[in-house]
């Protein structure tokens, strides 16, 4: 897999509430913007309070942008209802990325595809639920962005945040 150059950018990172795609999304937005591109997103969240789809898409470009784009150049798909939602959005030469294990793409799919088995990869690597950072790695590797930018990301975002306590002195006991 090569690294994908084009000046301006539209990648749209969709799945389920709680699965990590919008984390996805801001930690790339990060990515891009500390790389010197401007950068442009744009967010849904769930109506539901159980969740629901969800969706983070960053324009990034190395002029200033103004608006979330036309159409998208890269997908990646969580999962079948990501597909389902998103897929009318591909503009010409997109490339789709997606977990295999979470859907099959179509037959009539005719673009550039990249499965992607982001729930496996987190799970070997001892982390179930570390989706979105395993994605995050494949967007990085695909756009050429530098892995120390991205780990320190994620290390501010994900990180384990040190315990404060709310006492600020011992108890008194009455004598």
């Not at 997103?41 to 990034?60: C, L």
């Not at 550039?112 to 070997?124: D, E, L, R, S």
Request: hydrophobic share 40%.
């Amino acid at each position: 897999m090569g690294t994908i150059v084009k000046e301006d950018l539209v990648i749209r990172v969709a799945g389920e509430s709680g699965d990590g795609s919008s984390a996805t999304g801001e930690m790339l937005a990060q990515a891009a913007a500390r790389s010197g591109l401007h950068v442009f997103t744009f967010r849904t969240t769930p109506a539901e309070i159980k969740g629901g789809p969800v969706m983070f898409q960053v324009r990034a470009s190395n002029a200033p942008v103004r608006s979330m784009g036309d159409a998208v150049d890269v997908l990646f798909c969580f999962n079948q209802e990501a597909w389902d939602l998103h897929a009318d959005a591909l503009g010409p030469n997109a490339v789709l990325l997606y977990d295999a294990d979470e859907f099959t793409l179509p037959a009539d799919f005719h673009g550039i595809a990249y499965p992607a088995p982001i729930g496996k990869i987190a799970q070997n690597a001892g982390n179930k639920r570390g989706k979105n950072v395993a994605a995050l790695g494949l967007v990085a590797a695909l756009f050429g962005i530098g892995s120390n930018k991205l780990e320190d990301i994620v290390r501010a975002k994900l990180g384990k945040k040190p315990s404060t306590s709310t006492r600020t002195s011992p108890r008194s006991t009455p004598e």
